[in-house]
């Protein structure tokens, strides 16, 4: 015999719970076979920030070489337009600079332009990168001038 149908009020002192429907949170989870896959993107994305520090460690030392270089070559154009010294010892004082900054530059590499009083000091040089995957070359082009006070 079939049971009758709940009305809608229920009796006094008893729990009425009407019937609802599956909610998402009720049905078993669709993705369980890709627990792993977001392993994988963590593992993806830490390989390449490592990549990144490794290629910034390597390269950082050459850059910061070529900026205090290009800051030593500033300064000795300016002191040259004061004192007005011979190209050769303008020459001098660069491989002075470049010396004290570690960097490899030969004499034929800097130019020295002077006119009235006018300075221009100009190198190129490259430094090899070893990055164990290949070898990077980075060529440097620092210039410095400085127009006479006078």
């Given at each position: 015999m079939p049971m009758p149908a709940r009305t809608c009020v229920p009796d006094v002192g008893t729990?009425?719970?009407p019937p609802r429907r599956a909610s998402s949170l009720d049905l078993p989870p669709l993705?369980?076979?890709?627990?792993?896959a977001g392993s994988l993107k963590a593992i993806v994305w830490t390989v390449i920030l490592v990549m990144v520090v490794y290629?910034?460690?390597k390269?950082?030392?050459p850059l910061l070489s070529e900026y205090e270089f290009q800051d030593g070559?500033?300064?000795?154009?300016r002191m040259a337009s004061v004192n007005?010294?011979?190209n050769e010892k303008i020459l001098e004082a660069v491989?002075?600079?470049a010396e004290k900054d570690d960097l490899l530059i030969r004499p034929e590499d800097i130019h020295i332009e002077s006119a009235r009083g006018n300075i221009r000091i100009s190198a190129d040089y490259s430094v090899v990168v070893d990055l164990k995957v290949?070898?990077?070359t980075l060529n440097f082009h620092p210039t410095a001038s400085n127009d006479a006070l006078f």
């Open positions: 729990q009425w719970n993705r369980q076979a890709e627990k792993g290629v910034g460690i390269v950082g030392p070559i500033q300064t000795i154009a007005r010294p011979a491989l002075k600079e290949f070898q990077w």
